[in-house]
């Protein structure tokens, strides 16, 4: 019962050392060369013009988890349902990649991957913006709610709003 | 709202350590840490009549992977080390050893591999001894080795939302400390249910050294099921 007293009490003092949620660039820890726009960053000015390309990709290892393939599976339904004319004209591209092929590596390291992911890559007016969409991992039960939802954040690059 | 709704609005809640119990919630839950936390709760349940052993064997289990989460938050963190470097590494050579290694471990407790590191007769032995039979020193490596045993889906949890939630709130600490906890929860929980029911069960039938013999064994089969497990996602 001590035992227990005493981790209890451990317990305590770390939740209460509550910790504040500061805004952070991710390129400043990764040493990565292009800008990165961290998902909370409020950019909702309308720039639909000066998008010239978004790149969706989804990473995996060679061993993939059912979550992993799933992920990457409803990225690309999402794409080819709702975007196939930007598919054609080259404005969208989806692309599969497998981070443990030596000819990969050079993009898992363009985009800082740290294993199964989905990747947006922006290129507007110039720049270039990368962000992982971690959210899609909590909707691979429901396509429906995944199809909409990437459908929505995609609608949003396109517009120019990077928010 | 559904579960998923639920654990997606608080794994990413504003408050950094809401959001890192519910993604270490996620992570218990996922399949990787989900058969080694059935393993270490056959671990804890290896002297299911001691109540007082096995919730101090659940906790330092959990303790053990509050470690490794720690130290590799630590070096991303504070030292600047490479997400991509780290989780590259741990998730090529993490799983490919906790397979073989759970394999000997279970051969080791069914007695079918005999070791004998332990015969010293200096302090450090005895105590290294003292606390091997215990189970204590076991639990706390068996949750570090655990927690280094990155799959695909616990990767993408661990470092593609609890390390960039760390990296924002500029702690190594407190952050993974949280996401460890909630991932050793289940074995905690269970330690609690195992010492309050089948410990009074076993007293009850009055046959507390017959549960505690079986207990080992089907511990033992249980750790070389899982590596078995483990080694075939290999293939």
Known sequence: MKWFIFFGVIFIIIITGCTKNTEFSEDCVEGVTCNVLDVNQSFSVDRSSDVEKIEVIHFHGTNQCFSCRTVGAFAEKTVNTYYTGLLDSGKMTFASINTELPENKDLAIKYGVSGSSLWIGTYINGEFHKEENVNVWYKVNDEDDYLLYLKGVLDKRLAGDLS | MGLMAF??????????????????????????????????????????????????????????????????????????????????????????????????????????????????????????????????????????????????????????????????????????????????????????????????LSSILNKVQLFDKWMRRIVGVIFILIGIYYISLLF
């Not at chain 2, 280094?148 to 500029?170: D, W």
Request: some cysteine.
């Open chain 2, 7 to 200: 654990m997606e609005i608080m794994g990413t809640s504003n408050i950094a350590i809401v959001a890192a119990f519910f993604i270490g919630l996620m992570t218990a839950l996922s399949p990787c840490p989900l058969a080694t936390n059935i393993t270490a709760i056959a671990y804890t349940s290896k002297r299911i009549h001691n109540s007082k052993h096995t919730l101090i064997v659940g906790f330092l289990y959990t303790f053990g992977r509050m470690f490794s989460y720690t130290l590799i938050a630590s070096l991303i963190v504070w030292f600047g080390l490479s997400t991509q470097t780290i989780s590259f590494f741990l998730q090529k050579y993490g799983e490919r050893l906790l397979g073989p290694l759970l394999l000997i471990i279970g051969m080791f407790m069914l007695g079918f591999i005999k070791l004998s590191f332990f015969k010293g007769s200096s302090g450090l032995n005895k105590l290294k001894e003292k606390l091997a039979k215990r189970g204590y020193l076991g639990s706390f490596l068996l949750g570090v080795v655990f927690a280094l045993a990155f799959c695909p889906f616990s990767a993408v949890l661990f470092f593609g939302m609890l390390i960039p939630l760390a990296l924002r709130a500029g702690d190594a600490l407190i952050v993974p400390s949280v996401f460890a906890f909630a991932t050793g929860l289940p074995v905690i929980i269970f330690s609690f249910i195992l010492v309050y029911g089948v410990s009074k």
